[in-house]
């Protein structure tokens, strides 16, 4: 195991001392923060010390006015579950420690805190230390970064249909987030409108765990989750480009798979999610202000992420046009990864109405989703079943805490 980083709150300047001492002999805990104050004095800078220092073992002793040490504990165990409270104390009466149970605390080691006693304590304390979010942002899930070569190629269309697809053939979690932090449109896409989303989720980055993320996210009845741009173009403005960054590392730790619908805007916040990303597909119609604005898009590329070549998704193709995908191909020295058919009057119809063509019975822009879904999942590349096309979804399962009804929209005119 780890050094994991503990908190104390003691009065007692021995219990510091023993910890340290228990800790390092042992390499089992590491105390990051130590507050020699009586609890009344514990107040909101002090805890966000706390929160940011992010301890997986809170000790708190009991001898220190127990009672208020209790409601510590309880404020601990509620507002940071990743960390487990342990409390100290000499001749401790059992009423004490039942509340002090009831209030959160974990385990219970005696003063004067002895080596034994003190690796006893943390061996059965190791068991319930599940990896945290953090811990486990560092190695799981994927970033699947979608952009248009400029505006309105269908990034945000191709991105929440493939987010879907994806969820369905690999059963996986998918989340996708709407990064279009000024006029994003997954939700309405989806046929949601969520209550909160990635402004929330930005406010309150320093104590996020899953419970609280969960607070955030949508459910699209597909089994997608959403984390949605706001709809107030104002309350984007206020997410730096570090926290960009610091959401998409976290959100990665949870979910298999993490698709982003990004904006157009090559600035620093989008520049920090691509940083995040294992895979970026640029979607583009085949014209040349399109092709020309891959081959500038691609510098900034080749500079933020030098590792990874974008991934080329010809969208609204029509076979017949005077540019073929081998010119594309040749212009820009990239294979084209995977081509998506106009299909005005579907995609129209799917906008319309919040049902993503994935859902479409049989359509061909979803079977060509299906097959791109694929060679991005690693999944052989079989038709589905039929019946799977055939499924036809009731209306929208809706979380009453954060969706609320969706407007309809008028159908706009082909362009
Ligand atoms: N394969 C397609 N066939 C026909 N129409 C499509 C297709 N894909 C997207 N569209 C249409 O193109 C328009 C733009 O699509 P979308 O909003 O997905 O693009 P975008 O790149 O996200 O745009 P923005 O730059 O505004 O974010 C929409 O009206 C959509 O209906
Ligand atoms: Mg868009």
Redesign the pocket.
């Known amino acids: 195991m780890n050094r994991v980083p503990s908190v104390v709150i003691s009065t007692d300047g021995a219990v510091v001392a023993d910890l340290k001492r228990c800790g390092e002999q042992a390499g089992t805990v590491d105390l990051v923060l130590e507050f020699a104050i009586p609890y009344r004095e514990l107040t909101e800078p002090q805890m966000k010390k706390i929160r940011l220092a992010s301890p997986r073992l809170v000790f708190i002793d009991l001898d220190d006015d127990a009672p208020t040490g209790c409601k510590v504990a309880r404020y601990l165990a509620d507002s940071h579950p990743e960390a487990l409270i342990v409390a100290v104390g000499s001749a401790v009466p059992s009423a004490t420690l039942v509340a002090a149970m009831r209030a959160g605390v974990s385990e219970f080691v005696e003063k004067p805190i002895s080596q034994p006693a003190f690796d006893e304590a943390v061996e059965r304390l190791s068991r319930k230390l599940a990896p945290s979010p953090r811990e486990r942002a560092a190695a799981e899930g994927k970033v699947l970064f979608f952009?248009?070569a400029?505006?309105?190629?269908?990034?945000?269309?191709?991105?929440?249909n493939f987010a879907i697809h994806l969820h369905r053939q690999t059963g996986e979690r998918v989340l996708i987030v709407d990064l279009?932090l000024t006029?994003?449109?997954v939700a309405l896409?989806l046929g949601i409108e969520p209550r909160y989303g990635i402004v929330d989720l930005a406010r309150n980055l320093h104590r996020i765990d899953e419970g609280l993320l969960a607070s955030y996210i949508a459910t699209h009845e597909s089994g997608l989750d959403v984390l949605s741009a706001p709809f107030d173009p104002d309350e984007g403005r206020g997410i730096g480009a570090d926290e960009v960054g610091r959401i998409l590392e976290f959100l990665r730790g949870v979910y298999d798979w993490v698709v982003v619908?990004a904006?157009?805007s090559l600035d620093a916040r989008m520049l920090a999610g691509l940083r995040t990303a294992q895979e970026v597909f640029v979607?583009t119609q085949v014209d040349v202000p399109s092709l020309r604005n891959i081959q500038r898009v691609r510098r900034v590329l080749k500079r933020v992420i030098p590792e990874r070549s974008p991934r080329v998704l010809v969208?609204?193709?029509h076979p017949g046009t005077d540019i073929t995908l081998k010119d594309v191909e040749r212009t820009l020295g990239l294979e084209v990864f995977g081509t998506?058919?106009?299909?005005?009057?579907?995609?129209?119809h799917?906008?319309n109405t919040g049902e993503p063509l994935a859902m479409s019975a049989s359509s061909a822009?979803g079977q060509e989703m299906d097959v791109l879904v694929r060679k991005v999942s690693g999944m052989p590349l079989e038709p589905e079943k039929k019946a799977r096309w055939q499924l036809k979804l009731p209306s929208l399962k809706r979380r009453d805490a954060d969706v609320t009804a969706r407007p309809r929209i008028l159908a706009?005119a082909e362009?």
Request: one cysteine or more.
């Open positions: 952009c248009g400029k505006g309105g190629a269908g990034s945000t269309t191709v991105a929440t279009d006029l994003g449109e896409y619908d904006s157009n979607v969208n609204r193709f998506l058919s106009n299909d005005y009057g579907t995609i129209a799917s906008i822009t706009g362009p």
